[in-house]
T-cell receptor, first 112, second 115 residues
Framework: GEDVEQSLFLSVREGDSSVINCTYT??????LYWYKQEPGAGLQLLTY?????DMKQDQRLTVLLNKKDKHLSLRIADTQTGDSAIYFC????????????FGQGTTLQVKP | DAGVIQSPRHEVTEMGQEVTLRCKPI?????LFWYRQTMMRGLELLIY????????DSGMPEDRFSAKMPNASFSTLKIQPSEPRDSAVYFC?????????????FGEGSWLTVV
């Protein structure tokens, strides 16, 4: 079945770059997503990438997709304390059913 | 727009009691999703609706869970009877359509504790 896996925890210093990694199993996924969850809040869409793209950049965020290895990464440049949150990778199900499968989330801790 | 609205935000109930969680999706959104988040299992899709019709309820844990969507602006998730292992954050989310770059908008969640 479909599965999305992430490392559980990442700690960086303020100003450094953060790289959060994700692997997925459904090779026919059309879109892959990164969501951010701050404490006590719901999930907020950060960015997404279409499966025929290798890279997408949006301000401090860079998404890299290696479709051959089914590997997705999110790079946050100049990480700030406000970036501390849980980051979820998600893949869309085939057939555009509207269903997303989420990873277990990576907790990013940014130390001042 | 006010976003996806969920109620209650927090609920503490005793084991065996009925729990009803409510959701108002964003106006005009055709899809509504119920997710459950726990430390052990992460974020799980319980059920989702398209135009008020349940499409996939394979994630509903057992018969104690039921969900309805009587109209386009309201959905409920009911647990009867509740058990301590149901303690979790329950998220409702909605989506305008299922096309390229589908974006799901989440509510703030209902934090349920069953004692």
């Amino acid at each position: 079945g479909e599965d999305v896996e992430q490392s559980l925890f990442l700690s960086v210093r303020e100003g450094d770059s953060s790289v959060i990694n994700c692997t997925y199993t459904d090779s026919s996924s059309t879109y892959l997503y990164w969501y951010k969850q701050e404490p006590g809040a719901g999930l907020q869409l950060l960015t997404y990438i279409f499966s025929n793209m290798d890279m997408k950049q949006d301000q401090r965020l860079t998404v890299l997709l290696n479709k051959k290895d089914k590997h997705l990464s999110l790079r946050i440049a100049d990480t700030q304390t406000g970036d501390s949150a849980i980051y979820f990778c998600a893949e869309s199900m085939t057939g555009n059913t509207g269903k997303l499968i989420f990873g277990q989330g990576t907790t990013l801790q940014v130390k001042p | 727009d006010a976003g996806v609205i969920q109620s209650p935000r927090h609920e503490v109930t005793e084991m065996g009691q009925e729990v009803t969680l409510r959701c108002k999706p964003i106006s005009g959104h055709d899809y509504l999703f119920w997710y459950r988040q726990t430390m052990m299992r992460g974020l799980e899709l319980l059920i989702y609706f398209n135009n008020n019709v349940p499409i996939d309820d394979s994630g509903m844990p057992e018969d104690r869970f039921s969900a309805k969507m009587p109209n386009a602006s309201f959905s409920t998730l009911k647990i009867q009877p509740s058990e301590p292992r149901d303690s979790a954050v329950y998220f409702c989310a909605s989506s305008p359509r299922v096309v390229a770059g589908n974006t799901i908008y989440f509510g703030e969640g209902s934090w349920l504790t069953v004692v």
